[in-house]
């Protein structure tokens, strides 16, 4: 029995009711559906740049994929977690995106092997990246509802997902040797399949979160979260096909670094929210982004895998200390019958907007640096630059006004 059929065993009433104690086994059930969440993606997405190279169809069609997944989670996270909030168990959603999901990425990666034409990939990849949208912010609320103190518990489920992740892509790197391979895909459907109050139509389509954005802290978080997003992007759009060009045939092993340090900034996040202000995290957080981006563009101007290094070693800090922080604070503040619609609000901002934006300039940035000139120093440079502006912004437009937990 999977993860979601044992937390289908909590009715849907559950879901929705106020936070009580968490047992032992349900701490294990959710750890294990975080953790298999995680290791499906980490199998496929850290190659899926050098898998389409490796086709020859060209770097546009890289473009066009990374394109493909914030224009689906634009699609229906609202509506999901308004669902969750109101009418069905989120683990039922959940686990039947996970079963639908892992057949249509079955078909996508077959046009990766099979000679067909790329608009078959990506026809199927866009009908995957639709259903599976909302997946992440089901399971946000499904653990979010059932931990008492979520401040202090979530960083350590959301734990397993790392260590999941980590997992996946060293088998698919280290077993499978599928770094530029659709085998990884393949390796990541299977992993998917096994895994696998208010009556108003403004509630039930999750309209109402967008209130939400009246509230001054909560509307510059998720507008930063957004904006942020957009240079991130480029970790795994633009990342890999670097670290090919500098002679690493092993990108997806060299990534997976970038979990452990996710796996020790998690380790601790419980520990440093009951002793700092969120606020004081969340800019930890972004100045550990900006140092990502110059750590980039050092090794872009030498050639060196140093720089490199580096940067990926400290994605996972930039990821737990900002994202990780904002989804707390944001399940923190709202009642609790939104929960589910504040994810997926979160979720349409993130992955949806600022994926779909930062997709489209990278793209356009990419061209201009790297098909052009081969300036991988410049390209990372000016991502810095941005992310740089929006520290400097958040940092002075975001007021914690209620205390931390």
């Known amino acids: ?68 997944m914030p224009v689906a989670s634009l699609l229906s996270p609202l509506m999901s977690g308004a669902l969750a909030d109101q009418k069905f168990a989120a683990q039922k959603i959940a686990g039947w995106i996970c079963v639908v999901s892992s057949v249509t990425m079955l078909c996508a990666f077959h046009g990766l092997r099979s000679d067909q034409s790329p ?130 045939a092993r990108s997806t092993f060299t990534m997976s670094f970038g979990q452990w340090s996710e796996v020790a900034a998690m380790a601790i996040t419980g520990w440093l929210m009951a002793r700092y202000r969120m606020k004081f995290l969340l800019l930890i957080g972004l100045v550990c982004c900006v140092l990502r981006f110059v750590a980039f563009a050092y090794a872009g101007y030498t050639g060196g895998m140093v720089g490199m290094w580096f940067g990926i070693a400290i994605h996972g800090v930039c990821y737990t200390l900002f994202f990780l922080t904002s989804q707390i604070f944001l399940d923190l503040r709202v009642d609790p019958g939104m929960r589910g619609q504040m994810q997926g609000l979160l979720g349409l901002l993130t992955n949806g907007v600022g994926a779909l934006l930062g997709t489209i300039l990278l793209h356009l940035l990419h061209a201009w640096t790297v098909a052009n000139h081969g300036d991988w120093g410049m390209y990372w440079l000016i991502l810095t630059i941005f992310t740089l502006l929006c520290l400097l912004w958040f940092a002075k437009s975001f007021h914690e006004k209620t205390p931390s937990p």
Request: contains cysteine.
């Open 119 to 248: 608009w078959w990939f990506l026809s199927w990849f866009f009908l995957t990246s639709v259903v599976a949208a909302p997946l992440w912010s089901l399971v946000i609320t499904i653990a979010m509802t059932h931990l008492p103190q979520p401040e202090r518990q979530f960083p350590h489920v959301r734990l397993c997902c790392t260590i999941g992740w980590i997992l996946g892509g060293w088998f698919a790197s280290l077993v499978l040797r599928a770094d530029a391979s659709a085998l990884a895909g393949y390796a990541g459907a299977v992993c998917r399949l096994i895994r696998g109050r208010a009556g108003s139509w403004r509630s039930l389509l999750g309209f109402d979160a967008f209130r939400l954005l009246r509230q001054k802290e909560m509307r510059v978080l998720l507008l930063a979260s957004a904006l942020l997003t957009m240079p991130i992007t480029s970790f795994y759009m633009h990342t890999p096909e670097h670290l090919r060009d500098l002679g690493d």
């Open 1 to 68: 029995m999977d993860a979601n059929d044992k937390l289908a065993e909590v009715s849907s009433a559950e879901v929705i009711e106020p936070r009580c104690g968490a047992s032992a086994s349900l701490m294990w059930r959710l750890c294990l559906m975080c953790f298999m969440m995680g290791m499906g993606p980490g199998m496929w997405l850290p190659g899926l740049t050098n898998a389409i190279l490796a086709t020859g169809w060209g770097a546009e069609w890289v473009s066009l994929a990374f394109f493909i």
